[in-house]
């Protein structure tokens, strides 16, 4: 099994920025893709961000230019660095990461941006 802790959510105002981590830890063999979603209250949960094993980016327009995802393959930890946060963005933030054939999810961390 693999477990997903994720931390760096709160409360900012619009303009402001916030990095949330994630780490995993566990039965890790080799991790694929680690990647963020979000979850906007009485919404579906969608795809913001991914980095592959190699460090290739890709993101969701409405984050582009302000989002930035990377990883640390030593501590098996994924991050987002968010900057110029709108209300928009407010959600919960759930990392995803893949071993093997394997999808494994986190808790989830609140961002909440007020106007």
């Known amino acids: 099994q693999v477990q997903l802790v994720e931390s760096g959510g709160g409360l900012v105002q619009a303009g402001g920025s916030l990095r949330l981590s994630c780490a995993a830890s566990?039965?890790?063999?080799?991790?694929?893709?680690m990647a963020w979603y979000r979850q906007a209250p009485g919404r579906e949960r969608t795809w913001a961000a991914i980095?592959?094993?190699?460090?290739?980016?890709n993101y969701v327009d409405s984050v582009k230019g302000r989002f930035t995802i990377s990883r640390d393959n030593a501590k098996n930890t994924v991050y987002l660095q968010m900057n110029s946060l709108k209300p928009e963005d407010t959600a919960i933030y759930i990392c995803?990461?893949?071993?093997?054939?394997?999808?494994?999810w986190g808790q989830g961390t609140q961002v909440t941006v007020s106007s």
């Open positions: 995803q990461v893949r071993v093997g054939l394997q999808v494994y």
């Open positions: 980095i592959t094993s190699g460090g290739i980016s």
């Open positions: 566990g039965s890790i063999s080799s991790i694929s893709t």
